[in-house]
């Protein structure tokens, strides 16, 4: 008797334990949620950066008055990675673009798209398709007046407990005929992560 | 019953029934703070909301400021922590134009913040698109625990 009860209560604890082990469960979440798996450059750095610059350029009195009757013309330059990890500085540049666009003080030429309208518009010069009264003319675009570009860079320490990670991400604006800086600004990102104890 | 006499045997049957108590998945909390639709220059406080009592008694609003800057609706707001440890927070701004038609559902980003323990801190926000007229706001605790034993 006392034997089953011992065989059966360690099978007992046996199912408990193995009962805690993971099970992986599928899940839409929010986008916008601040997010904190692990240290590297993530989704919510991303909207932090944007935002943040973003607001700083619409908020700065120079734009306020580069505005006033008329809504520049930019283009934006890439943002130069030199930090040490592989981070997609296109995706900051398009949501900073996205969010300056929508805003209604900006507009925007794209230098990443110059190859294929370059295509389209031989395509409706020169195919003979295209109904010649009706087809984009060469030398009619319009030229940026201002370059937004910038640095992201990261200064990352650690040591066994421990690791820390941050972010400095720069913009700056200018005025692509004088060459003058007409605004900039940085944001700073600290991220760390520590070994806690875990509590029962 | 015979085991009851047993000490070995009963630990391990009470270590088993702790076992299988013990283990749950535990849903974060994700309540917080926040206010409903506030129009510039109204009084703020009477449109604020407490939803999490927990997180009201550490940290309050105390105060938030808009304004017209450049066309567009600049909003600041004071967080005072009544807290003596950190606390890791999160804040989203919601606008809304004059009809009180939601600018931009879904792409508010929650932007991450941490407070010291009785820090007063400031944050802003610009509203994306000069068509805004109200805004609201909500703050809550970064979730961090999600098991429990």
Known sequence: MNKFLVTASVSLALIALSSCTNKSVVRYGDATEVETTNINFGSTDLQKVASQMTDSLLLSPVVGTLTVNTRPILFVESIKNKTSEHIDTESITDSISTKLLRSGKFRFVDMGRVAAVREQLEFQQNSGMVDASKAMAFGQQVGAQYMLYGNLASIVKSNKDKSDVYYKFTLRLMDLKSGLIEWADETEIRKSKEKEFVSW | ?149
């Open chain 2, 1 to 149: 019953m015979s085991f009851i006499k047993n000490p070995p045997l009963l630990l391990l049957l009470a270590l088993s029934i702790f076992f299988i108590s013990g283990c749950v998945n535990v849903p974060p909390v994700t309540s917080g703070i926040g206010s409903e639709q506030i129009y510039p220059g109204q009084k703020y406080s009477k449109h604020l909301q407490v939803d999490n009592k927990k997180l009201a008694g550490r940290l309050h609003i105390s105060e938030i400021k808009s304004r017209k800057q450049n066309d567009l609706l600049q909003v600041n707001l004071s967080l005072t922590s009544t807290y003596k440890k950190s606390l890791q927070l999160q804040y989203q701004f919601q606008w809304f134009d004059q009809d009180g038609f939601v600018i931009e559902a879904g792409k508010s980003p929650w932007q991450p913040l941490e407070l010291h323990g009785m820090q007063t801190t400031t944050v802003e926000s610009l509203a994306p698109t000069p068509q805004v007229a109200t805004f609201s706001l909500y703050v809550r605790e970064v979730p961090e625990k999600f098991f429990k034993y």
